[in-house]
């Protein structure tokens, strides 16, 4: 046992739900503290960011045949508790970071995209989640974290940074150069995208729901911010290509703005479709699509090398956190609530050990 080696407590704080529904059925509970497997490592949770994704969990959204209980959670920032047999590399209280999406089974570890690996596994999808003050990870599915961020900012990381390359500078392709929309803005996983894509040298148009969004949407590098609730996006970004449309859209809404989306891209453009906040069904102009020879594509997930290149942007100072504020754990009710009331600027964040 490694000297100075911190205590793990035999039970450990965790939110659950034992049934679908809206935000009351997130419960507070006391659960048996993981053992790490042979080749596992015990982290410690320190914080646990908070997608919006985890609240289309929680609805049945989802996962209609999800078991109970089921720790939700895919985010988090931590040190290691504990290693299990066989893992060399790691340190006791060591910095790091479990990957959100990984594969369960070593043998299927190198598959890329990860996702098409027949164990991949969702951390508060598929597996027990972040929710929680501590969560056990193959060692091949953690990184460390050598950013020096305060572990509530790291936390509001790892989803929106490592989907949003995945959509952005993978699936979509965005290169220098390139005008890109990016649907929302000020939501944990638009605010990302926008960095991301003004990291990969790209001018960036974004869309809000209202006036006081704006200033935070500017913050984080859009180039050109648009109101809805008095704007036409299309109109205003035809208006800032010169008529053509975005050479990439990143659409995190779907419903009846996804076709808008298509029609806000130029030809031979991409829209790249990331989620489904306004609705999962679209109606779109198949002749305008085919004569214009657009790209329609979907963005799911991410692979490690994702999350590390866009660790190394932020490491660099091209890619910043973007922490609206913080709850405690047993606060996770009052947490949902705020993020879905869809007036988050940036992410949300949980604290397991915070009273």
């Known amino acids: 046992m490694p000297i100075g080696k911190p205590k793990t407590l035999n039970k450990m704080k965790a939110i659950v739900i034992n049934e679908f529904g809206n935000e009351s059925v997130l419960k507070q509970v006391e659960l048996e503290t993981p053992k790490p497997q042979p080749g596992h490592v015990l982290i410690k949770i320190l914080a646990t960011g908070l997608n919006r994704f985890d609240l289309y969990i929680r609805a049945g959204q989802v996962a209609p045949e999800l078991p109970f209980p089921h720790i939700l959670g895919s985010d988090a920032a931590g040190e290691v508790a504990e290693l299990g047999e066989g893992v060399t590399g790691f340190s006791i209280g060591e910095r790091v970071i479990p990957v959100p999406g990984f594969a369960a089974e070593a043998e299927h570890k190198d598959i890329r995209p990860v996702t098409a690996a027949p164990s991949f596994a969702l951390p508060g999808l598929h597996r027990s989640g972040t929710y929680a003050q501590y969560i056990s990870v193959p060692a091949y599915a953690v990184v460390k974290d050598n950013t020096g961020l305060p572990a509530e900012e790291i936390a509001t990381l790892p989803v929106p940074l490592a989907t949003g390359v995945r959509a952005v500078k993978v699936v979509g392709g965005v290169k220098a150069g390139d005008k890109v929309l990016i649907q929302a803005g000020n939501g944990a996983a638009g605010s990302m995208q926008i960095q991301i894509a003004k990291a990969l040298g790209a001018e960036v148009a974004t869309t809000v729901r ?23 996006f299309v109109t205003k970004v035809k208006e800032w290509t010169d008529g053509q449309g975005a050479d990439v859209v990143i659409d995190s809404l779907g419903g009846d703005v996804l076709p808008k989306s298509i029609d806000a891209t130029r030809a031979f453009g991409t829209t790249v479709v990331f989620g489904f906040v306004a609705g999962t069904e679209a109606t779109f102009n198949s002749q305008n699509f085919f004569f214009m020879q657009k790209t329609l594509k979907g963005s799911m997930a991410s692979d490690k090398e994702d999350l590390e290149w866009g660790l190394e942007q932020v490491k660099a100072g091209k890619i910043k956190a973007s922490l609206d504020r913080t709850f405690a754990l047993s606060n996770a009710v009052e947490a949902h609530q705020f993020v879905g009331e869809g007036k988050v600027k940036g992410n949300v964040v949980l604290l397991p050990w915070s009273a």
């Open 210 to 232: 209202s006036a006081d969004l704006v200033e935070f949407a500017q913050s984080v590098g859009a180039d050109l911010v648009i109101d809805t609730s008095k704007d036409d």
